[in-house]
Each structure stands twice: as structure tokens, then as C-alpha cells.
């Protein structure tokens, strides 16, 4: 059994959500803060479910940065490797739910941009079995992209598994996204696993059909594709076979951190495999993987808000 650590790389950030009901960010007068970012609930689903994960990421040197660090030790994620910015605040994100259900959304970057070539380089990811790339953010501007990028290639080389959810949000991406798509068909090509909605499926490849985009993937690189279709399960293929592994039915309330939650799941059991990648050509193997994460993932759902609803939920609800 692999009882190596997992990496994850990306953003941490702190979400403020407004809890008053049908109100824009402008006339909002309360706000709940939460610790937020996809790699952030990627690490809390793999310790929550008994493994051992380590945080690569910036945060400012701000009471805001230390919630973040603080929230990372009670989660009993290896957080040596978050770093703290001088300079920079940490990134904060406020949002707020509108009549219809539009969202207004406003994103003031800070830290985790900042990180650069040399601080990825110098981290112990050599320590690490698995080095996920899950970020929201990452892609977005220097010196984090260009490092971001470099570092997936240097670790895919250096022969490790490497996991890639693009994690595609419009609010962050408009009038940008051809920019999203060839910087997210660039880390897929050094992916052994690719975590894609069934949205960013179609965005990413240009096709309608999720099976001709999913091959499109392989032709890029993926070894592994899973593509998440919520309450209908998750589409899987490993290049030779592929199938739809069903999910299990729950009373959902809140789908946030849910695809991180999957994500999670699948490199905490992969990661009990000796040689993950030898894993991903046994088909019936991978299924079962896949059918675990569809229920933390479904778990995750019947409790509101990402590390929240991570945290309540024990290993025991998914043997």
C-alpha cells in the first residue's frame, strides 16, 4: 500500500457569502466567511477520508492568511508548504445569490497569484506520490500561470501521477476563455487523470458529444478521463474502455465543493494502489474507484457549504 502524500497546488482564498436572501453584492449587509479554493477541499476530502495531503499555495500576511492556515492545521492537511506573501493580502472572493438566482460576484486577487517558479521548484513535492492541479485562478495571470504551467510538465516528467480538474468558472473567465481552453488543453496533455464537468467537457474540446470529447482528451494525453453529470453519475474512460458509473440518490442542498469532494476521493483510493497509474489500465478497478468518489461526492451535497460539509462527513460513511 502507497502511504505517500498527496500534493495539491492552486488557489486558497477566503469566500464571503452573503446570507442576505435575494440581495445584490451593493445593498448586502452580512457576510459569512468561509475558507474557499477547489484544492482546499480536494486536501479536507482526502484526510477527512483518513489519507495524507499537503497544501502548495500563497496567502498573505494578514489575519485572513492565518484563519486560512489555521483552518488547514484542524484539518490535519500538511500546510509547511503554504507560503506567506509580504506584499500581497489574501485573495478574497464575495458573492451573493439575486431573485432568478444570478449571481453577483466580485473577486479581488491577491497572494496566490504571486506565487512563482522557484517557490513551486523548492517545494518537497519530490516527497509526494500524487500532485494534483485543481486551481479556478491558476491559469489566470503571472507569475502564478507561467509557473503553474511549468511545474505540471517538471512534475509529469520527474515520473509522478498527475491529477488535472480545470475547474472552469465563467465570472473569472470572460471574454477569456479561448485563453482558458488552450492553457487547460496544455495541462490535460500531462495528465495521467482529468477531472472535468460535463460544461467544461464541451467548452475544452469544441464537441457536443461527451464521448468524442473525452477521446479528444486522449488524444491529447489523458490516460484517464472522468467527466461528473451530478445526480447521473460520472462517464469514465481510460482510452480502451469507457462506461457511465451510476451515483447514489440524496436530497441535495448545496452542490458546492462536490466535484472537489470526487476528486478527493479518487486520489485517496488511487493512492492506496502501489502504482496508481498501472491502476487506471484495470477498468473494473477504476470503476469501483469512480463509484466510491460518486458517493463522497453525493455525500458532500446533503450539507451546505465545501469544507463544512467535508468536515462533518466521516470515512466510515463510505466503506
Known amino acids: 500500500m502507497n502511504k505517500s502524500s498527496i500534493l495539491c497546488v492552486g488557489e486558497l482564498l477566503i469566500d464571503f457569502f452573503c446570507t442576505d436572501i435575494d440581495t445584490d453584492l451593493a445593498h448586502g449587509q452580512h457576510f459569512s466567511k468561509q475558507a474557499g479554493g477547489a484544492p482546499a477541499n480536494v486536501c479536507a476530502t482526502i484526510t477527512v477520508l483518513g489519507g495524507r495531503a499537503r497544501f502548495l499555495s500563497k496567502v498573505g500576511n494578514d489575519p485572513f492568511g492565518y484563519f486560512l492556515k489555521e483552518t488547514m492545521r ?8 503554504i507560503l506567506e506573501d509580504q506584499h500581497h493580502p489574501t485573495t478574497l472572493a464575495f458573492v451573493s445569490l439575486k431573485e432568478g438566482g444570478e449571481r453577483d460576484f466580485v473577486f479581488n486577487r491577491g497572494a496566490d497569484a504571486h506565487l512563482n517558479r522557484e517557490e513551486l521548484h523548492e517545494s518537497s513535492w519530490r516527497e509526494s506520490s500524487i500532485i494534483h492541479f485543481g486551481s479556478a485562478t491558476a491559469l489566470l495571470d503571472d507569475p ?153 461526492g453525493a455525500t458532500v451535497c446533503t450539507k451546505i457549504g465545501a469544507i463544512s460539509a467535508i468536515r462533518e462527513i466521516g470515512e466510515e460513511v463510505f466503506l
Open 74 to 81: 484542524d484539518l490535519t492537511i500538511d500546510h509547511s508548504s
Open 144 to 296: 502564478f500561470k507561467s509557473a503553474y504551467q511549468a511545474f505540471i510538465q517538471t512534475v509529469k516528467e520527474a515520473g509522478k501521477f498527475v491529477s488535472f480538474d480545470p475547474n472552469f468558472r465563467s465570472d473569472l473567465w470572460k471574454g477569456r476563455e479561448r485563453d482558458f481552453i488552450e492553457m487547460a488543453e496544455h495541462c490535460i496533455g500531462q495528465a495521467d487523470f482529468v477531472k472535468v464537468s460535463e460544461e467544461e467537457c464541451k467548452i475544452i474540446s469544441g464537441r457536443s458529444h461527451l464521448s468524442d470529447g473525452v477521446n479528444y482528451f486522449h488524444r491529447l494525453g489523458a490516460s484517464a478521463v472522468a467527466v461528473t453529470l451530478g445526480k447521473n453519475g460520472t462517464l469514465v474512460s481510460n482510452g480502451k474502455e469507457s462506461s457511465t458509473v451510476p451515483s447514489i440518490l440524496v436530497h441535495s442542498v448545496d452542490s458546492t465543493g462536490a466535484g472537489d469532494a470526487f476528486v478527493g476521493a479518487t486520489l485517496h483510493h488511487l493512492n492506496q494502489y502501489q502504482d496508481p497509474k498501472a491502476l487506471l489500465e484495470n477498468f473494473e478497478e477504476l470503476k469501483n474507484v469512480i463509484s466510491t468518489a460518486n458517493r463522497v
